[in-house]
């Protein structure tokens, strides 16, 4: 039988092994993905096309190279904080948006779940 360690252990041992400005960009990069939210819409004209915005009210800025992953397979880099994707088959999916900030080397994702009838 594995085991494992406590989880406030694993944390102290991987800030502990940083330098100190290395655990600090790790938890300023958690707390400002926590101000990162995607949104979407069904588009009223087509019921499998959907509208993603992101929106970012942290205290730096949103890097516009954005890339998308629909959760279909499909992958899209674009720049802006917005998308549009059609879906071909009905279901649930999970769209991935890989945001990046400017300013401290901070990448992570946001994701929205969506279904389609």
């Known amino acids: 039988m594995k085991k494992f360690l406590p989880l406030w252990i694993a944390v102290i041992l ?20 926590l101000f990162v939210n995607i949104h979407h819409s069904i588009a009223a004209e087509n019921p499998k096309q959907v ?24 992958e899209q880099t674009l720049t802006g904080t917005q998308a549009t994707h059609i ?4 279901g649930n999916y999970t769209a991935t948006a890989v945001v990046k900030l400017n300013g401290p080397s901070c990448t992570f994702n946001v994701n929205e779940h969506v279904t389609i009838q």
């Open 14 to 33: 991987i800030l502990t092994a940083c330098h100190k400005d290395d655990g600090k960009s790790i938890v300023d990069c958690f707390g400002e993905s």
């Open 51 to 74: 509208n993603y915005t992101i929106s970012y009210s942290g205290s730096y800025s949103l890097n516009t190279t954005v890339v998308w992953k629909f959760g279909d397979g499909i």
């Open 87 to 90: 879906y071909s088959q009905p």
